[in-house]
Nanobody, 121 residues
Framework: QVQLVESGGGLVQAGGSLSLSCAASGRPISSYVMGWFRQAPGKEREFVGR??????????YYADSVEGRFTISKDNAKNTVSLQMDSLRPEDTAVYYC????????????WGQGIQVTVSS
């Protein structure tokens, strides 16, 4: 079992930056694909980006809506994954979730509780 806890959310003005962190406990996440998702009010949850498992040879990729503005990184020593969000827009307002895809890979098995990010115009 893996427990995921997000932190770092809050209120920011449009054009600003915010960094989210996801702390994992229970098992090391180095062999996991870690993803970020978000859900805005009245909308379905959507994919934000993902970072591959360490040594798996994959690439980090993002949804078109955040490409070039958001950056995902992983610190295996701290067992954390981060989401750096720059040039934020009001449409980025949502509850953000981190998720872990454990081997055998193919679906996100563990989810955090989510954290609110609000971007004011």
């Amino acid at each position: 079992q893996v427990q995921l806890v997000e932190s770092g959310g809050g209120l920011v003005q449009a054009g600003g930056s915010l960094s989210l962190s996801c702390a994992a406990s229970g098992r090391p996440i180095s062999s996991y694909v870690m993803g970020w998702f978000r859900q805005a009010p009245g909308k379905e949850r959507e994919f934000v980006g993902r970072i591959p498992c360490t040594g798996c040879g994959g690439i980090t990729y993002y949804a078109d809506s955040v490409e070039g503005r958001f950056t995902i990184s992983k610190d295996n020593a701290k067992n954390t994954v981060s989401l750096q969000m720059d040039s934020l827009r009001p449409e980025d307002t949502a509850v953000y979730y981190c998720a872990a895809d454990a081997p055998p890979l193919g679906s996100y098995d563990y989810w955090g509780q989510g954290i609110q990010v609000t971007v004011s115009s």
